[in-house]
């Protein structure tokens, strides 16, 4: 079995550095176009199925890459980007000052925004994993998955199933190819948009 996870293309509120979790924008002229530089590196890949996070900007993305196929993607709110309470929207530079995620969140996942109305990056990472199992459980093993989720959420989740590897944060639009076979997980290839 073969998963693609996409991270959504770049939002107006990416644009302005504004903290978007749960708070939604649509893609920006950009992020359309980012969008479309990774559909077309993915028309090599047969999609069986496919999923993303019901948010507007993931759905969006889900939509043009899928496009040229014959899937309807399903929406699964476990795919959500880590909700981050009352600080939604507002400036990421202002966020970063109350030194809520470790300096070095990237490594130890140490992000927990639930004193603010929040959550904590791994009970979101564990939503992603409940979801993933019963997708593995509703496909066979030749299907390939497409997976449209956002940056915080699905690094996490990523880094989880793949602990032993070293990738960066996503950028906006970037792909990744995931082999999964007898319980283990591959990362195969990571695609990044060309603009």
Excluded at 2 to 30: A, M, Y
Aim: aromatic share 10%.
């Amino acid at each position: 079995m073969r998963f693609i996870f996409v991270r959504h293309g770049k939002t107006h509120f990416n644009e302005i550095n504004l903290t978007q979790g749960w708070c939604d924008s649509p893609l920006s002229k950009v992020g359309i176009r980012q969008v479309e530089s990774i559909s077309k590196q993915l028309e090599q890949y047969q999609i069986d199925k496919a999923y993303t996070s019901p948010l507007g900007r993931a759905v969006q993305t889900s939509n043009i890459i899928l496009s040229k196929k014959e899937v309807e993607p399903i929406y699964e709110e476990r795919f959500k980007e880590v909700n981050f309470g009352i600080l939604e929207g507002i400036s990421t530079e202002l966020v970063r000052k109350l030194n809520i995620e470790s300096p070095n969140w990237l490594e130890d996942l140490d992000m927990d925004y639930r004193p603010y109305e929040g959550e904590d990056i791994h009970d979101v990472i564990s939503k992603h994993h409940d979801a993933l199992q019963e997708i593995i459980e509703d496909c066979n093993e030749k299907d390939t998955v497409l997976i449209v989720g956002h940056g915080c959420s699905l690094y996490g989740f990523i880094k989880s199933l793949l602990p032993q590897q070293s990738f960066k944060f996503p950028n906006n639009a970037s792909a990744m190819i995931v082999d999964y076979s007898n319980g283990n997980f591959k990362l195969e290839q990571i695609l990044d948009p060309i603009i």
